[in-house]
């Protein structure tokens, strides 16, 4: 099976650094995906990591662990439109293709 | 170059009644996804289609739910005989057939948020 975990919610300040983490166990793993998700929107594609390492893409990076089951989404110079819900989810190797396997989603809250 | 098409977005049924949704996937992509998300839950796998195929319809419930991706036309996601507990957002996704980098990129649609009263 698969199990996804994430923290429920966070809160930073605006114009500061946050660090979203993720862990998982998977039976088949074929990559991990990040998605921002405003109230009442669909799920937005962040990034894609299948290999160690840091994955950059402006203001938002992204760290896989295979080893260790982790990944976390690094969120820079954060701004109030960046509050919204982080998904973190896992690509399922056991079926061609593979579905996703979302977390629960960590809720961020951006201050002034 | 458009993205994955949803209708309808907003749709309200009477219990007991059907719910029709559909999905068009992005151009290129032969894989479609659909899954359901209850207020304040994150999003739960409900079925994996290509073509005239079903894949893995392991989150389906096993009753009054059906899906389908026939070789022309959307993705339907049909619901019958619904109650107030499907009501939710439904979203599609859809991915390309090859693999590779881009392959591995699954891309969501707007979401059709069905109300049943």
């Known amino acids: 099976g698969q199990n996804i975990d994430q923290p429920t919610e966070m809160t930073a300040t605006e114009g500061a650094i946050v660090q979203i983490n993720c862990t998982y166990q998977t039976s088949g793993f074929n990559g991990l995906f990040w998605y921002q998700q405003h109230a009442g929107e669909a799920p937005t594609f962040l990034s894609y990591n299948v290999l160690d390492g840091l994955e950059e893409k402006g203001r938002f990076s992204s760290f896989l662990s295979r080893s260790k089951g982790y990944s976390y989404l690094l969120l820079k110079e954060l701004q109030m439109k960046d509050s919204a819900s982080y998904l973190c989810?896992?690509?399922?190797?056991?079926?061609?293709?593979?579905?996703?396997?979302f977390g629960q989603g960590t809720e961020l809250s951006v201050k002034p | 170059n458009a993205g994955v098409m949803q209708n309808p977005r907003h749709l309200v049924r009477r219990r007991g009644q059907e719910a029709r949704l559909r999905c068009s996937p992005m151009?290129?992509?032969?894989?479609v996804y659909w899954y359901r998300q209850l207020p304040e839950e994150g999003l739960k796998f409900m079925v994996y289609l290509q073509k005239e195929n079903i894949i893995d319809e392991s989150g389906m419930p096993k009753e009054r739910f059906s899906a389908e991706f026939p070789k022309e036309g959307p993705s339907i996601l049909r619901i019958q005989q619904v109650v107030r507990g499907d009501s939710a957002a439904y979203f599609c996704?859809?991915?390309?057939?090859?693999?590779?980098?881009?392959?591995?990129?699954?891309?969501f649609g707007e979401g059709s948020w069905l109300t049943v009263v």
């Open positions: 996704a859809s991915s390309p057939t090859t693999g590779g980098s881009s392959g591995n990129t699954i891309y």
């Open positions: 151009k290129g992509h032969s894989h």
């Open positions: 989810a896992v690509r399922d190797l056991q079926n061609q293709g593979g579905k996703l396997i």
